[in-house]
């Protein structure tokens, strides 16, 4: 499901002008989506004891809470903003506060830098993914499985967005690899 709502994620040039129920609909989404998306990858290590299957739980959980928090702020503030912006007399007013959301370094969406949230989910999504392949890989479970989890694993990593094309990437390659387990 997180694949398909990426798909439909606005890539913003201009936050006052983004495509604001897509904006806000995608991101309210994801709110509940992402630590589903996590849930799933334990799932694969369910039952599973040893290194590599904690080491995904917990990485899972790294990336469920900072992902909720940096597409919190990112985008559904971010986007409420907007919203207001829209609805003042003066939409140029409200771009000194919609621009400190996006480039805050820790929370932000960002112009110039990666924020610190979406760097922390992004190296939790790719540590505990691969640790759920090794943990896979022990149980026997096939390479094509296996290669499915290490595409997902770097997806965020290589793209440096779940919008087009990393969250679809790297959400797609993982229900594919569950599906194929």
């Not at 899972?60 to 992902?67: D, G, K």
């Not at 940096?70 to 003066?90: E, I, K, P, R």
């Not at 390659?173 to 569950?178: K, V, Y």
Request: glycine share 8%; with cysteine; proline share 4%.
């Amino acid at each position: 499901m997180l694949a398909i709502v990426e798909l439909f994620h606005p890539h913003q040039h201009d936050l006052l002008h983004v495509e604001l129920r897509r904006w806000l609909a995608v991101h309210y989404a994801q709110i509940v989506l992402f630590p589903l998306v996590a849930l799933a990858v334990c799932s694969l290590v369910a039952g599973r004891s040893g290194v590599a299957a904690t080491l995904c739980r917990v990485a899972m959980f790294v990336f469920a809470v900072s992902y909720i928090a940096f597409d919190t702020a990112a985008g559904v503030v971010s986007g409420v903003l907007v919203q207001a912006a829209h609805a003042s007399a003066d939409l140029d007013s409200w771009r000194p506060a919609i621009q400190a959301i996006w480039d805050h370094p820790i929370v932000g969406g960002s112009s110039d830098g990666t924020p610190a949230l979406a760097v922390i989910g992004t190296t939790a999504w790719l540590v505990g993914t691969l640790a759920a392949a090794a943990a896979c890989r022990a149980a026997g479970r096939s390479w094509f499985a296996i290669a499915l989890l290490v595409v997902s694993a770097f997806g965020l990593f290589v793209f440096r967005t779940h919008a087009w094309p990393g969250g679809p990437v790297t959400f797609g390659a993982l229900a594919l690899a569950a599906a194929v387990m």
